[in-house]
């Protein structure tokens, strides 16, 4: 039989091996969905030099990005397949993406000279970053980074950029001008070749500026965040573009279901999870490149649940059912939602992937957050409950002394134990806890939805206009919310929980909150903090209500 690596996990037990004998440590940060990843594999890690080398003078260990999004925060090199040696206390000795098998072969050898014990100073913590000027200056950086002849945000690579679009929707809705860039880059992905024409969904990236040239890996969580995008903007912004974005959001949801759900038929050994959305798939340029008819087997889907990427995919369907009357689709996020509260630890802690690592800010976020969709399309407290659960144990486990929240508990390995508070994160963090504070009218909630997005803007300078998802929900803080009762009428619960307006929620009532307001059957009454429109069953009135309490 060949010899091949093993590989490890990435654990205390590899790292106390490396310690044990005197050898360094190997890290592979892959995906399942990365094609150089795969090139790698089949080309690099199996020549037999290789192999040799790694044997006898390294503990390897392998890491998949998905799994364990905090290492590969800390130890990417700049994309995937990340190659890394480490000493044996987690410190990075020299770090590389794709390497082919020669300069491998050369680059382990250099690294590792036999007898030499493996032992550097440990890394001081990063300085902490200075705190951006705030969403004055990011939006500076927006309009310089905006192309204003395809569309999109950067120079040659092109990525959705969700953020800024999700951003730019908010300010034009309450009225500002952004010189036509949301429609300009909405059109550009929605036409160009970051969509699948053929299958559907949005591919990750693009490698031309001019949205020409997909990079084929299709992800769970990017189609999620373009489907509330989609949804969102078509609602929104008129007649011009609307009927093709929508077209696009419910072709992704149809993609979804055909490719990505997981109930267990597909695979002879079914994923330890199901009634959800695997994670991803591959990308394959050879088999896009073929016309539909000729493509043959279509590539391999990771088919693990993720919990974060299911949490966006339940808000998503949830802004889907009600603006387009699907019921069907909250049903669905239902599904969704009630797995993952299967992930929920008696902490509030949230399990990533079955098995895997819990507690992630990400995940108790993007949960909790489709956790509290529901509750405002059903009106159930219990996923109002679930969702305070997961948004407490990261506010208590998670919270850093200088404000909003690190990305994982304590008591990390290597770079591990350096705790950082990522900006994604703390605003998807605090877009949850704004959810929340303003539904229920719970002030603490809102004190800490600002404390992680002024965080979050706090390391937000070296971003520059990927800030965005920070200045959003600042924004928000910084304005009165309207939140818009609804007591048993599915049509005005709908039509207000599609409402695209950032600054409004709508909630279905339970029982006895709807008996604690003497509201009526059939009528909704909308509420600032401050005030209270009266009730009403006409959704025009109720929209006139929210007009003046918005003003």
């Not at 020669?102 to 990063?126: D, N």
């Not at 965040?225 to 696009?248: D, I, V």
């Not at 493509?295 to 919990?307: N, Q």
């Not at 206009?465 to 929900?473: D, G």
Request: proline share 6%; with cysteine; charged share 25%.
């Amino acid at each position: 039989m060949t010899p091949t690596i093993a590989w490890e996990p990435w654990g205390e037990a590899a790292f106390a091996r490396a310690r044990a004998e005197g050898k360094p440590v190997l890290l592979h940060i892959g995906a399942t969905w990365c094609h150089w990843c795969h090139v790698m594999d089949e080309g690099s890690y199996p020549h037999p030099v290789v192999v040799r080398l790694v044997q006898e003078r390294f503990v390897a260990v392998r890491v998949d990005t998905d799994q364990r999004p905090e290492v590969n925060e800390r130890y990417n090199m700049g994309g995937w397949p990340t190659v890394a040696v480490l000493d044996a206390e987690g410190e990075v000795l020299v770090g590389r993406t794709y390497v082919p098998a020669q300069e491998l072969a050369m680059l382990l050898s250099s690294v590792s000279e036999p007898g030499q014990r493996w032992s550097i100073a440990p890394s001081a913590p990063e300085p902490a970053a200075e705190a951006s000027p705030g969403p004055d200056a990011v939006w500076e950086h927006v309009k310089k980074a905006f192309d204003r002849y395809h569309g999109g945000f950067g120079d040659y690579q092109k990525f959705p950029q969700v953020g800024v679009c999700e951003w730019l929707l908010d300010r034009v809705l309450r009225g500002h001008d952004d010189g036509g860039m949301l429609r300009k880059t909405l059109d550009g992905m929605a036409d160009g070749g970051l969509w699948d024409k053929e299958e559907g969904a949005f591919f990750r990236y693009s490698t031309q500026d001019d949205w020409s040239e997909p990079h084929y890996e299709k992800m769970l969580e990017d189609n999620g965040r373009m489907l509330r995008l989609y949804t969102r903007a078509a609602a929104g912004l008129g007649a011009r573009g609307s009927a093709t974005w929508r077209a696009r959001a419910e072709e992704t949801v149809r993609w979804a279901l055909a490719t990505l759900w997981q109930d267990g038929a597909r695979d002879t050994a079914p994923p330890v999870d199901t009634g959800a959305f695997g994670g991803s798939q591959d990308a394959d340029e050879g088999y896009y490149a073929r016309p539909l008819a000729e493509r043959g087997e279509p590539p391999r889907v990771d088919p693990t649940i993720y919990a974060g990427w299911n949490g966006i995919f339940v808000s998503a369907l949830v802004r889907a059912a009600a603006t387009w009357g699907r019921p069907g689709l909250a049903g669905l996020a239902r599904q969704v939602g009630t797995v993952l509260l299967a992930r929920m630890g008696p902490d509030g802690a949230i399990e990533r992937a079955p098995g895997g690592v819990s507690g992630l800010l990400v995940d108790q976020a993007d949960v909790a957050d489709g956790w509290l969709h529901l509750w405002q399309h059903t009106g159930d407290l219990a996923w109002r409950d679930a969702a305070i659960r997961a948004l407490t144990f990261a506010r208590d486990h998670l919270g850093s002394p200088d404000g909003g929240c690190y990305d994982a508990p304590d008591g990390g390995l290597g770079l591990l134990r350096h705790r950082r508070r990522p900006l994604l994160g703390n605003a998807a963090f605090a877009e949850a806890c704004w959810r929340l504070g303003t539904l229920t009218g719970q002030p603490d909630w809102l004190t800490t939805a600002r404390a992680s997005a002024d965080a979050a803007l706090a390391e937000g300078e070296p971003w520059g206009f990927m800030a965005a998802n920070a200045c959003a929900i600042r924004e928000r803080l910084d304005r009165p919310a309207v939140t818009v009762k609804v007591w048993r009428n599915n049509a005005l619960r709908d039509a207000l929980l599609a409402d695209p307006h950032p600054d409004v929620l709508g909630l279905a009532l339970d029982a006895a909150e709807a008996g604690r307001l003497g509201l009526q059957e059939g009528h909704a009454m909308a509420c600032t903090r401050a005030a209270c429109a009266r009730p009403s069953g006409e959704l025009a009135e109720i929209r006139r209500s929210i007009q003046g309490l918005l003003t």
